[in-house]
């Protein structure tokens, strides 16, 4: 069976909301104006019996209740479906009085007069619905008579049952005009879905620059087509990142690769001694371990991009973190003559202990390598009004401006011949930006007018 397409399902939906709404108005609109036609005639009639009752006590007795008198006949005259009967007791069968075209005739004990203004809805012989004001009043010698004004409520019922048929009557085509404008009108709204899916259709790896139109959209659908073009923004930096990742990778492979079937085939060439075949030996099992660096590196970078969910968080206290780190690279900062200084308050993050200890660590490493002999390396850990900051400096040569937004980059090198002689992957600072990403803070460098350069780990206090 052939499934509806969205509009026809939103247009059937909108449109019987729209009849159902309409069938609930009818409803109420009918209650409203048959209430009010009731209200209307019972007004009326408690007009017409305060009249009355103001013209029977201007008359003497009985005697003059009369079709003669005009007091009481000119009151109900000009009205043809208003009766008026006067009976001079409750026990009375007979009236004193009837005005009116037709004769209204019922039992009194049903409807007994009393002192005060009543109201009785019945129906006549021929079904005809009825609405009766019924009071005692007095003469002007004090003698009680029974009153009775009754009005014919056929023409407000005819009115009602006209309304009904007109409603019935008309319904199914309203029915109709309220589908096909509410499928129009869906249809209408979801124009620009069509455009969306000609630009869905043109997004592939290779080509992820089309964007979703904006201009001319509701805010619905503007929304998503913001939202659209945000992830197709993030895709595209994404995809261009691993493309430009894939090539470094393969750039930076390709060296020690080649170095080493250079040296194997030079080995090779020609008979060689034991020593030179060790020395190649030691030679290739060089370019070997930068290459077990940089895989583990990666597999690190891979770890840490994994959300912060999967990972294992704890209370961490800087100063003693980075005293360990200082610790194990102790050595090493000796052999290069730098002294390692320390300075901070007990200020603790929320955060994982050996992912801070790898940032760290990279940043130290760095900082002794680049690090004249003779000077200090700070770590310095401080409280800001939201953030605390560990930062790593040391004077050296400092970095050129053109190189600072890019330090972070995977593979990017400042100097690339001396970092690579001197056994660096190129990924620890990548390294330290994706760490930082995961505790969401943030890693800076800044290089001071004296050629010092800090590099500033921006840890949130708001998860504390």
């Known amino acids: 069976m052939r499934q509806l397409s969205l509009a026809a399902k939103l247009g059937l939906k909108v449109g019987f909301m729209s009849v159902l709404l309409l069938v609930l108005c009818a409803s109420i609109g009918y209650v409203m104006l048959g209430q009010a036609l009731e209200s209307t005639a019972r007004s009326a009639l408690e007009t017409k019996m305060s009249g009355m009752a103001h013209n029977i006590a201007t008359i003497e007795d009985v005697s003059g209740v009369t079709a003669d008198s ?73 003698t009680q008579i029974g009153v009775y004004m009754t009005v014919d409520e056929s023409s407000d019922a005819q009115l009602l049952g006209a309304m009904v048929t007109w409603a019935l009557t008309a319904s199914p085509f309203i029915l109709a005009v309220i589908l096909i404008v509410a499928w129009w009108t869906v249809r209408r709204g979801l124009l620009p879905l069509t455009r969306f899916l000609k630009v869905a259709s043109k997004i592939s790896t290779d080509n992820l620059g089309h964007r979703l139109p904006t201009d001319k959209l509701p805010a619905e659908l503007r929304h998503l087509a913001d939202g659209m073009n945000f992830m197709l923004h993030r895709l595209d930096g994404g995809v261009q990142q691993l493309s430009q990742f894939s090539d470094d990778l393969a750039h930076e492979l390709r060296a020690p690769l080649s170095n080493l079937m250079g040296k194997a085939q030079v080995a090779l060439s020609r008979e060689r001694s034991s020593a030179e075949y060790r020395d190649v030996l030691e030679s290739c099992l060089e370019e070997l371990d930068r290459m077990t660096r940089m895989v583990a590196d990666m597999l690190f970078l891979a770890h840490v991009s994994q959300p ?35 300075s901070g308050g007990a200020d603790v993050v929320n955060g994982n202990r050996l992912m801070i200890q790898r940032a760290v660590s990279n940043l130290l490493s760095n900082a002794i390598r680049y690090c004249p002999k003779g000077e200090s390396v700070q770590v310095k850990v401080h409280r800001g009004s939201d ?76 998860h504390l």
Request: net charge negative; aromatic share 8%; glycine share 8%.
């Open 387 to 462: 953030q605390i900051q560990l930062s790593v400096g040391n004077p050296g040569r400092g970095i050129p401006d053109q190189h600072l937004p890019h330090l972070f980059e995977r593979f990017y090198r400042v100097d690339r011949g001396r970092a690579r002689s001197e056994g660096g992957t190129g990924l620890g600072l990548a390294i330290v930006r994706s760490i930082m990403s995961l505790h969401q803070g943030t890693a800076k460098v800044e290089v001071s007018g004296d050629r010092y350069t800090w590099f500033h780990l921006s840890f949130p206090t708001s």
């Open 70 to 142: 005009h007091l009481l006949v000119d009151l109900a005259m000009g009205h043809n479906n208003l009766y008026v009967s006067i009976f001079d007791s409750a026990d009375s069968k007979a009236p004193l009085l009837t005005i009116g075209s037709k004769q209204v005739s019922f039992e009194l004990h049903r409807f007994p007069a009393r002192d005060e203004l009543a109201f009785h809805e019945w129906q006549d012989q021929s079904g005809n619905p009825m609405l009766s004001a019924a009071q005692i009043m007095r003469l002007k010698d004090g």
């Open 308 to 342: 912060a969910a999967l990972v294992e968080f704890e209370t961490v206290a800087l100063v003693d973190e980075v005293q360990r780190v200082c610790d194990l690279f102790a050595f090493s900062a000796e052999e290069n003559g730098v002294a390692l200084q320390i």
